[in-house]
């Protein structure tokens, strides 16, 4: 009996495995950001090259963004909640392919494409990869999270006390070393977004993923146009 209990956990174990590692490219429940959420500004870093590779990446064939629809639903109701106190969202990132994320991993791979050190003052290239920064698979790739951040009305800039993707402690949220300016409206940002349904992180300040995100081990690979 025992023997058949160890055997069915193995089956079960790379049944899960081998779920996490569904990629699929069926993009019908997804929609466009802007087709729901009218005032928000695009600033999509991986459609150029201002990112942290110093290229434009895979995948992104239009400067848009896209979620699964329940996410999108969420992201309306703190657009909503923000656009009252006087604030729109800023896109830098949503849905991310598959494609995107292998064009991440090879460039850490090569040893003859520096990137843009701006982003990663502190560290090498390779401890981006160790250190968890970057992973072969990601949560932007299962469609509902997003990285974002507010801005004023008239468009105006609001300090967060650091940039999109800067790889370090400063992009922690609770890093302390920054203004109280700065750290009230880290909290105006993630409080919307977790009222409305996401979950943010320690290390980013600007990612957040819905709670009960419907595509927990599908990984989608469509591209962005």
């Not at 081998?18 to 069926?26: F, H, K, P, V």
């Not at 500004?41 to 590779?53: A, G, H, K």
């Not at 008239?154 to 922690?172: A, C, K, P, W, Y």
């Not at 009230?184 to 943010?200: T, V």
């Amino acid at each position: 009996m025992k023997k058949l209990l160890v055997a069915f956990l193995v089956i079960v174990n790379c049944f899960v495995t081998l779920q996490a590692r569904i990629i699929s490219t069926d993009k019908s429940d997804f929609a466009e950001i802007s087709t729901v959420i009218d005032d928000v500004v695009y600033d999509i870093r991986y459609y150029s090259s201002n990112n942290f590779t110093g290229n434009k990446i895979n995948g992104y064939k239009a400067p848009k963004a896209y979620l699964t629809k329940e996410a999108l639903a969420a992201l309306a109701k703190a657009a909503e909640d923000l656009r009252k106190q006087g604030y729109r969202l800023l896109i830098w990132d949503a849905y991310r392919p598959q494609k995107a994320v292998d064009n991440f991993v090879a460039w850490i791979k090569d040893p003859y494409d520096e990137g843009d050190k701006t982003f990663f003052p502190e560290l090498n290239k390779s401890d981006l990869i160790k250190g968890d920064y970057i992973s072969t698979k990601s949560g932007h790739t299962r469609g509902s999270t997003v990285d974002l951040t507010i801005i004023k009305k008239d468009g105006s800039f609001v300090d967060m006390g650091g940039t999109f993707d800067l790889f370090s402690e400063i992009s922690h949220y609770k890093y302390p070393n920054i203004t109280e300016e700065q750290k009230r409206n880290r909290k105006i940002l993630r409080d919307a977004m977790m009222k409305a349904g996401f979950k943010g992180i320690y290390s980013e300040w600007w990612h957040f993923t819905l709670r009960n995100e419907p595509y927990k081990n599908i990984y989608f690979n469509f591209d962005i146009e």
